[in-house]
């Protein structure tokens, strides 16, 4: 099998006459229809890699009526559970046959709905909504009404087409882990109030502590920076009787260690932390991080699996997708001092 030289990019027919089968042929080929030889399939896709045949995505649309693309909305940051969320997307796309198309957005509600309206207007087969949409919300859902739409932020007007992790399940668990070790109460960092995911762990560890007969301290809020953790923590680390802190994220978590670390605050021993998370670094703070583990890239592949049902079954009743996390147990949570 010789390699032709074209002067134009390869086309389906150059790919048919090279493998000796028809333009049909190759088509189904490309399109996995179950009705092709084996032997005639691996010559084609043999053929196809060694020309470099592109498929005409554009033309395959007008035929099919997809586009073969993923909408993404993200915010502009450069927070690790974003960036792993997207890589998650982007493999989940890859493994189904799909490409991404990403927008980003600030956290008002026009530019939020400015954003999934030009994903809308590109012609994309389905969005994923990776960001807060909070006072959006009800006109996403109107704009993304006929198109299939997984949101992974925790909207609660979008409660069926959610995919992700139970927050609530989160901030219960590690509340009750350091009530559990004797703790008479909990501080919390919380995240900023406009993000659906902090305000449900905010909720969820009011109403654990009240469960418990606890009293509740007043809550603090971050913006999921270190260095609102470390600000954070330069408070609480004045305060004695704060001996039990959930942090709202681990990197939040990391800004809180060292201001009590400055402050001579000693963790485990004097206070216990625990982070919600549990990225990478988590296992090599110092101390080692208690955290809750909730895989983002996880979420972004069970958040592209959904959508690409919706797509091929849109008539298909759909029910939010939440995965209880987990409590992982390090070095930065004790039982508190004694007497306190």
């Known amino acids: 099998m010789s390699t032709q030289q074209f002067t134009r990019g390869p ?17 189904r080929v490309l399109n996995e229809h179950p009705n092709v030889q084996d032997s005639t399939r691996r010559r084609v896709l043999a053929v196809v890699e060694e020309l470099g045949y592109r498929r005409n995505n554009t033309a395959r ?27 998650g997307i982007e493999l989940g796309a890859r493994e189904t046959g799909y490409t991404v198309n990403s927008v980003t957005s600030s ?3 026009d530019a939020l709905t400015d954003a999934v309206s030009r994903l809308v207007n590109q012609g994309v087969d389905g969005i994923i909504i990776a960001a807060p949409l909070q006072e959006a919300a009800e006109k996403v859902r109107r704009i993304t009404a006929r198109i299939p739409t997984v949101n992974t932020d925790g909207s609660s007007s979008m409660g069926d087409r959610l995919v992700g992790v ?25 995240g900023p109030a ?13 109403r654990t502590l009240q469960e418990a007969g606890c009293e509740v301290p007043p809550e603090l809020h971050g913006d999921w920076s270190p260095e609102s953790g470390y600000r954070n923590g330069l408070i609480l680390g004045r305060m004695p009787e704060a001996t039990a802190i959930l942090v709202a994220s681990d990197e939040m978590a990391f800004g809180v260690l060292r201001a009590l670390n400055e402050l001579g605050r000693r963790v485990p021993q004097d206070v216990s932390v625990v982070g919600i998370d549990d ?3 988590a296992a090599y703070s110092n101390p080692p991080l208690t955290t809750i583990r909730q895989s983002f890239e996880d979420t972004g592949r069970r958040a592209v699996q959904r959508l690409v049902s919706q797509i091929a079954h849109p008539e298909e009743a759909t029910a939010p997708d939440l995965v209880a996390p987990t409590l992982v147990i390090r070095g930065s949570t004790a039982p508190p001092p004694p007497g306190k």
């Open 107 to 109: 956290l008002s509600a």
């Open 61 to 87: 649309a007008l035929v099919t009526g997809r586009s073969r693309t993923l909408g993404v909305l993200t915010l502009a940051t450069n927070n690790y559970s974003r960036s792993s969320l997207a890589l």
């Open 11 to 27: 086309a389906m027919r150059d790919v048919a006459a090279a493998a000796g089968v028809s333009a049909q042929t190759v088509s």
């Open 194 to 206: 406009d993000w659906s995911d902090a305000a449900s762990r905010l909720n969820s560890w009011r």
């Open 279 to 281: 990225i990478d670094l």
């Open 166 to 190: 139970d927050q609530d399940v989160a901030a219960v668990v590690a509340t009750r882990h350091l009530l559990e070790l004797g703790h008479k109460t909990v501080w919390h960092v919380a």
